[in-house]
């Protein structure tokens, strides 16, 4: 059992992250700021079920707010701190570069530095698949060059590696930077293309394909990654790069299809042009998680689809 704190807490991924930290007796504190990126009532409900927990401790507050951070990290006092919040979306960073580089880049700073000054040793950072850019080489290695981000996004998310790297180097803290790949699942960020295309599949709604389909992605089922961060925890790596992936690229176009079989229903599909900020394929090579963290992805593409489609049904029951 230890201390933990957890940006971005009550988002997707990190509210399932606070369900497991929270199930295995940790003292958890969450920061968000309930932005509305999406609506923040789903973010809301996504941690509720914890209201009345004498071990969850929830702050609004945004990672920027250097004070408010040193009281948080003040009362916290955490041991671990698991960086999750930030600003999301290849796309919408386009029109707002600005934005995502005060919250990615320096938001972050602001997390090592506080969590440097508190004494907290160690640190688990979401990095993102889209720092591969447009790379041909696959699978995508950590060693492989990652120079050429094709988004603001993905740039913010590289900027943020190196700056961890710097607090490790010279405060030997230990960090491990994780590079997500199209994760999917129960609670899924709505702008996601699982959870977008479930939701337009039932309401019957025309499903946006851009370009011809043949872009691949290497979509990770939620359980998946909560396993990868929590594999993390105390194994004192210094500073390391891990991809956490499902290592089975899919078509769009076979994508498509799935969301069809699962959902029943007769899809749509409306043709746009390609966007110039999507990459071609992401494409994870598992092997550094496999030998650092003992850590394999475990859920198929159709088992995960089908767990969340499940889940999506009960969902649109209750509201
Ligand atoms: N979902 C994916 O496929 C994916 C892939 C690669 C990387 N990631 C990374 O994983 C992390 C979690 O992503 P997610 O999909 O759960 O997104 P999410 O938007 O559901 O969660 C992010 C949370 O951070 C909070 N947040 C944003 N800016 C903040 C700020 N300035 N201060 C405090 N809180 C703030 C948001 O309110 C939100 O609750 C992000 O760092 C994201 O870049 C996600």
Redesign the pocket.
């Known amino acids: 059992m230890s201390r933990v704190l957890v ?8 509210s399932h992250v606070v369900d497991r930290l929270l199930e295995a007796e940790d003292e958890v504190w969450v ?5 509305d ?2 609506d ?1 009532d789903v ?1 809301r409900r996504n941690v509720a079920h914890h209201a009345g927990d004498a071990k969850f401790h929830l702050q609004e ?4 707010d250097e004070t408010g951070m040193d009281r948080v990290f003040g009362e916290a006092k955490p041991e671990l701190v698991i ?6 979306g290849v796309r919408p960073s386009l029109d707002q570069a600005l934005l995502y580089e005060q ?2 880049v320096r ?1 972050s700073a602001v997390v090592l530095k506080t969590a440097k000054q508190h004494g907290c040793r160690e640190l688990i950072l ?5 720092v591969y850019g447009c790379q041909k080489k696959t699978p995508f290695s950590e060693d492989d060059p990652v120079d050429h981000p094709v988004s603001p ?1 993905a740039a913010t ?1 590289r900027a943020m590696e190196l700056i961890a790297y710097t607090y490790h180097h010279l405060w030997k803290l230990d960090i491990v930077c994780l ?6 699942g129960e609670r ?2 709505p702008d ?1 293309i699982p959870a977008m295309f479930t939701q337009l599949a039932v309401a019957g709604k025309p499903i946006p394909r851009f370009g011809d389909g043949t872009t691949k992605r290497d979509y990770t089922y939620i359980d998946d990654i909560v396993a990868g961060v929590l594999a993390c925890r105390g194994k004192q790596l210094g500073f390391e790069i891990i991809n956490l992936g499902n290592h089975t690229p899919v078509s769009l176009n076979d994508f498509i299809e799935a969301i069809g079989e699962i959902t029943g229903k007769k899809l749509n599909v409306e043709e746009r042009s390609p966007h110039p900020a999507d990459v071609p394929i992401t494409f994870a090579d598992v092997s550094k998680a496999r030998r650092l963290l003992g850590w394999e992805p475990t859920t198929s593409l159709q088992e995960g689809l089908e767990k969340y489609y499940q889940w999506y049904q009960q969902m649109i029951k209750r509201a």
């Not at 920061?31 to 932005?35: H, K, S, T």
């Not at 507050?61 to 920027?64: G, H, K, W």
């Not at 979401?126 to 889209?130: E, I, K, L, N």
Request: glycine share 14%; proline share 2%.
């Open positions: 940006t971005g807490g009550a988002g997707f991924i990190g920061v968000d700021n309930f932005n990126y999406y923040p973010k507050l945004d990672i920027l960086h999750l919040a930030a600003r999301v919250v990615n938001g979401a990095s993102s698949s889209s996004y998310k590079r997500f790949f199209n994760v999917y899924g960020r996601n």
